[in-house]
């Protein structure tokens, strides 16, 4: 509904509009109803700031104000002091309020023209733009393979087992196994033989002096021909057939540039302490285990091999007409 006898046009097609046109209205006290309200703030535009006496008719809200609206049972009236808009007493201004669906009842008082007046509904914002659509999940990671299981409990040592504690009696015992020759102490000193200048069985080897200078005895050790393995000498050992090792609690094996070697048809074990670890350095020079000969290796237990290098094949272990099997060994 709009003023009666107003001057009212149409909502224009940008906003909802309720307009005066400033003319008094006809009879004492014209009034309009302004219904189905839309939800947006309104905005009241216009010049109601009369200051005429309202004689009966004035409400006593709204002071010296010749036109007031009635919101809900509220009060707004222009005589706001800084004449800024149509305001309760209680200095809410009805610019920006909110009455959707609400009753606006509009009382004006004709005595004389006032400038026009509007009420307006500004339209609503735009809807927020859509979302734009989740990337899609990744696909899940496949499970992961389940863990390998742990080897079986080492069984106890027995008394067939020997225990090793440095790589010097770890090749001692494989000669053993294997029956090999072993190198003579020397006569005077009982520890490893030398000549007179300091050379011992490996260099005589090496260098081929056994023919030459094997059989002389340099310093009352001995000659190399009867200590040394290389030059005929030493001590033949019946092979035993086979070995059970236990390595030492926690122990570091420093292989010193040599591998070690299982070479004849005999039967190797060697395993870690049980909950202990082992670990087989090469230390970048040499392989960790040759097997050939018909010889079967058994490592197992928490043994680790680390540095070895070799120029061909087999940088930790290589098998030539032997077999090895490991068993929790990295």
Request: proline share 13%.
């Amino acid at each position: 509904n709009y003023p009666r006898g107003a001057g009212s046009k149409r909502p224009t097609s940008r906003r909802s509009l309720a307009r005066g046109s400033g003319l008094p209205g006809d009879g004492p006290r014209p009034v309009c109803s302004i219904v189905n309200v839309p939800g947006n703030p309104l905005v009241v535009e216009g010049g109601l700031n009369g200051t005429g006496g309202w004689g009966k008719e004035k409400p006593p809200e709204c002071g010296k104000a010749k036109d007031y609206f009635k919101v809900n049972g509220k009060m707004y009236c222009s005589n706001h002091p800084d004449l800024s808009g149509i305001m309760a007493r209680d200095g809410t201004s009805l610019t920006g309020i909110v009455v959707a669906g609400a009753t606006i009842k509009w009382f004006s008082f004709p005595e004389e023209p006032k400038p026009p007046w509007k009420v307006c509904w500004p339209p609503p914002s735009p809807p927020p733009p859509p979302s734009p659509p989740s990337s899609p999940s990744p696909p899940s990671l496949p499970p992961s393979p389940p863990s390998p299981p742990s080897p079986p409990p080492l069984p106890p040592l027995t008394p067939a087992t020997q225990l090793v504690e440095t790589v010097d009696q770890l090749r001692e015992r494989l000669k053993d196994a294997e029956g090999l020759c072993t190198d003579r102490p020397g006569a005077l000193s009982e520890g490893a033989w030398f000549d007179g200048e300091g050379d011992g069985c490996d260099e005589y080897s090496s260098n081929n002096w056994c023919d030459e200078q094997g059989s002389t005895d340099f310093n009352g050790e001995g000659s190399a021909k009867d200590h040394c393995c290389a030059c005929g000498g030493g001590d033949d050992r019946a092979p035993s057939g086979s070995a059970s090792l236990q390595l030492q609690r926690d122990a570091l094996f420093l292989l010193g540039g040599s591998e070690l070697s299982c070479t004849t048809p005999i039967e190797v074990s060697i395993r870690s302490s049980p909950g202990s670890t082992a670990i087989m350095n090469a230390e970048g020079v040499s392989r960790h285990f040759l097997v050939s000969g018909g010889c079967r290796l058994t490592l197992e237990g928490d043994i680790t091999l680390i540095n070895g290098r070799a120029d061909g094949d087999g940088g930790s272990l290589l098998i030539e007409g032997g077999e090895a099997v490991l068993r929790g060994v990295t």
